[in-house]
C-alpha cells in the first residue's frame, strides 16, 4: 500500500485582520451585546403583557364556567320536581284507571 499523499494540501490564506480593527472589536461586541439585550427586554415585555391578558382570559373563562355550574345546579333542581310530579301524576292515574 502506498502511504505517500496523493496530493499537497495548502492552507486557505487569511487576510489577516488591520490592527485597528482587533481594537475596534471590543466597542462593537459591545453595542452588540446592548442590542441584544434591549431586544430580549422588549421581548420578555411583550411575553408578561401576554401572559396579563391570559390571565384575564382565564378569570372570564372561570366566571363563566361558575355561571354555568350554578345554571346546571338549578335545572338538576327543576329535572328532580318534574320527576316527583310525574311520579306523583303516574300514581294518580294509576290510581283513576
Given amino acids: 500500500m502506498n502511504d505517500k499523499p496523493s496530493a499537497r494540501i ?3 490564506p487569511c487576510a489577516p485582520e488591520p ?5 475596534d472589536r471590543l466597542p462593537r461586541a459591545l453595542a452588540a451585546l446592548e442590542v441584544a439585550l434591549s431586544l430580549q427586554r422588549e421581548a420578555l415585555a411583550r411575553w408578561q403583557a401576554t401572559f396579563g391578558e391570559l390571565r384575564g382570559s382565564m378569570a372570564t373563562v372561570s366566571g363563566s364556567a361558575d355561571r ?5 345546579a338549578q335545572l338538576g333542581t327543576l329535572v328532580v320536581g318534574l320527576d316527583h310530579a310525574n311520579r306523583a ?8 284507571l
Wanted: charged share 20%.
Fill in 10 to 12: 495548502i492552507a486557505f
Fill in 19 to 23: 490592527a485597528d480593527a482587533s481594537a
Fill in 68 to 72: 354555568c355550574q350554578d345554571s346546571l
Fill in 89 to 96: 301524576l303516574t300514581i294518580t292515574l294509576d290510581d283513576a
